[in-house]
């Protein structure tokens, strides 16, 4: 059974700090990897998704690594700013046509 | 292209009744997910419907159920409500088969359940 963690549970950096978030997971034969934000109260947003035969993708600010062997995945966020403040979830699919599993999320807090 | 839209957005209900919650996806979306949040358990997965038929189950309780109707719109029903049902209930859509990516999933705002 496919679990999730991540690590750290909530971070707290200034502005302008170069940033990295990690989620394990206990399986590597996934079929993807996808990283999420969550503003307090609301929905979830996309940040990134990384098929199994993928390396890493990017987006802006933001660069998502996975390593398949090691069971784990970065989300690497650069110049962070006030408003990348929310809780950033990675969810894994174990294989085509399953659902999602999601880690716990960390809770990332950027200081003025 | 308008997002994932889901109605009601708040709910308040008495223990031991019933509720009705609807998603509609994005268009041309074929697939809807189900999903309840809680503090203590995080994210949790509840069944997905694809061309309006189950193709997935998570492990609730059969007191959860949902449908998918032609037009993709899904609703999830929940009876006997308990107390452990007080929860945030997000459903999202995807394309759900064909080429690119069609599993990245999109989330709607979310239904704020509270049971008293």
């Known amino acids: 059974k496919q679990e999730v963690t991540q690590i750290p549970a909530a971070l707290s950096v200034p502005e302008g700090e170069n940033l990295v978030l990690n989620c394990s997971f206990t399986d590597s034969a996934i079929y993807n990897l996808q990283w999420f934000r969550q503003d307090p109260g609301k929905g979830l947003t996309s940040l990134l998704l990384?098929?199994?035969?993928?390396r890493e993708q990017t987006s802006g600010r933001l660069n998502a690594s996975l390593d398949k062997s090691s069971g784990r995945s970065t989300l690497y966020i650069a110049a962070s700013q006030p408003g990348d403040s929310a809780t950033y979830l990675c969810a894994v699919r174990p294989g085509y046509g399953q659902n999602f599993v999601f880690g716990p999320g960390t809770r990332l807090s950027v200081l003025p | 292209k308008a997002g994932v839209t889901q109605t009601p957005r708040y709910l308040i209900k008495t223990r031991g009744q019933q509720v009705t919650l609807s998603c509609s996806p994005i268009s041309g979306h074929r697939s809807v997910s189900w999903y309840q949040q809680t503090p203590g358990q995080g994210l949790q997965f509840l069944f997905e419907?694809?061309?309006?038929?189950?193709?997935n189950k998570g492990n609730f309780p059969g007191r959860f159920s949902g449908r998918q109707f032609s037009n993709s719109r899904s609703e999830m029903n929940v009876s006997t409500l308990e107390l452990g049902d007080s929860a945030l209930y997000l459903c999202?859509?995807?394309?759900?088969?064909?080429?690119?990516?069609?599993?990245?999933?999109?989330f709607g705002p979310g239904t704020r359940l509270t049971v008293t």
């Open positions: 990384i098929q199994s035969s993928q």
């Open positions: 419907y694809f061309s309006e038929t189950q193709r």
């Open positions: 999202a859509s995807s394309l759900g088969a064909g080429a690119g990516n069609p599993y990245e999933q999109y």
